[in-house]
């Protein structure tokens, strides 16, 4: 381009110059054509000299990468026991819930955190999961918020919060899902056993990790526990 832009720099006031002997020997109108042309060759020259100066400029810049990391990303860590209270009808009875540490192992906040509830199982008697007639796809609560603060949570980077999965109560002999809208499936989870919940953890800005959580119910509320390696996350 340096090559181009010399060329039109010398030809351009050349023609100017021709088109001065034109005037003169074979009158305006032709010189006014070649003066005409001298002068849009030398007005190119400026403008292919601006535009390089515009590319060199920019080449010049930093190119600004988005730092890498800095997304947020959730994982599940051991689940635990709770031992607390709940008012069913008019009456304040103990109850155990299990509950799922949610921690964000990233390098941001992870904002509006939620989980889904996407399938229930339980183990049979192979030792394989059967699939339970569980056919919604239910929001879970996070812990000891109000109901309307209990759908979503924010969770600093290294930091971590509780989901309500299932609870049993003194005096029933039916384990519970912990969901923020109560489910009507009349003895889902009345049968002992183990049972495995499949859930969908999500976060702006952040991928959504497929959690798997087991959960021993026995029959009654001293009888739920949590076997060896519950969790697992895809």
Not at 69 to 81: K, Q, V, Y
């Amino acid at each position: 381009m340096d090559f181009a832009v010399s060329w039109l720099v010398i030809i351009g006031p050349i023609l100017i110059g021709v088109a001065g002997v034109i005037w003169y020997g074979s009158g305006p109108t032709p010189a006014l054509w070649v003066g005409f042309a001298g002068t849009i060759l030398l007005i190119l020259a400026g403008t292919l000299q601006l535009q390089q100066a515009i590319w060199k400029s920019q080449a010049s810049e930093p190119i600004q990468q988005p730092e890498l990391g800095r997304a947020p990303a959730l994982t599940a860590e051991s689940p635990n026991l709770a031992p607390t209270s709940k008012r069913i009808g008019g009456s304040i009875v103990r109850a155990t819930y299990v509950r799922l540490r949610i921690k964000n192992v990233g390098r941001a906040t992870a904002r509006h955190c939620s989980a889904r509830l996407i399938k229930i199982e339980r183990q049979n008697q192979k030792g394989s999961y059967t699939e339970l007639p569980y056919t919604d796809t239910l929001d879970m609560a996070w812990s000891n918020k109000a109901e309307h603060e209990s759908r979503i949570s924010d969770i600093p980077a290294g930091s971590s919060d509780n989901l309500d999965i299932v609870f049993a109560i003194d005096g029933s002999d039916q384990l519970y899902l912990a969901t923020i809208i109560f489910p009507n499936y009349p003895n889902l989870m009345r049968a002992r056993g183990e049972y495995r919940f499949t859930m969908v953890v999500g976060a702006e800005e952040a991928l959504p990790s497929t959690v798997q959580l087991r959960v021993h119910w026995g029959g009654g509320i001293e009888a739920l526990s949590l076997p060896a390696d519950p969790v697992s996350v895809q």
